[in-house]
């Protein structure tokens, strides 16, 4: 009988610790007075972070992929110098095919190269100029390594 226990008892705390692992944050903290919050949707290779406002506004877009997205910018979009990871990169505006709608002046796109196999794709979609800037701010603080990219994404 204590082996029938003891085994159902191992068998409950393997599935607590595959719970809390599955359920453990993969996207890379948020400062707390940024008032976002991540959506987090990994699926095979890739791991893609949504941040929110608490009205349900996103506001960036983070992508973390083992393959390369083989996205091209042309230069004449691009705008601000910066790093992210460590790496630099530049933002570009979003070639949307000529349209420009509200906002697409503080929107950015761009893609770096953190690591052998390991791609980050970012989007930022602020409100203004300010937002924009806080954002740039934040990403470039973020740190990767105790999150998805030590899990080897």
């Known amino acids: ?11 409950l ?14 996207c890379p903290s948020l400062p707390a007075a940024s008032n976002l919050q991540w959506q987090e949707q990994a699926t095979g290779d890739f791991l893609v972070c949504r941040a929110s406002t608490r009205d349900g506004r996103e506001v960036m877009s983070l992508m973390l992929t083992g393959n390369d997205p083989d996205l091209r910018f042309p230069r004449a979009l691009r705008q601000e110098k910066d790093s992210f990871a460590g790496e630099e990169l530049y933002w570009y505006l979003p070639d949307l095919g000529g349209q420009e709608p509200p906002g ?26 300010e937002e924009r800037a806080g954002l740039q701010q934040m990403i470039r603080s973020m740190n990767l390594y105790p999150a998805a990219v030590a899990a080897g994404r």
């Open 1 to 11: 009988m204590k082996t029938v226990s003891a085994a159902i008892f191992l068998c």
């Open 13 to 26: 705390c393997a599935i607590a610790i595959t719970a809390h692992a599955q359920s453990a944050p993969k």
């Open 104 to 129: 697409f002046a503080d929107r950015r796109v761009s893609v770096v190269k953190i690591d052998k196999n390991r791609y980050a794709q970012l989007a930022l979609y602020p409100g203004d100029s």
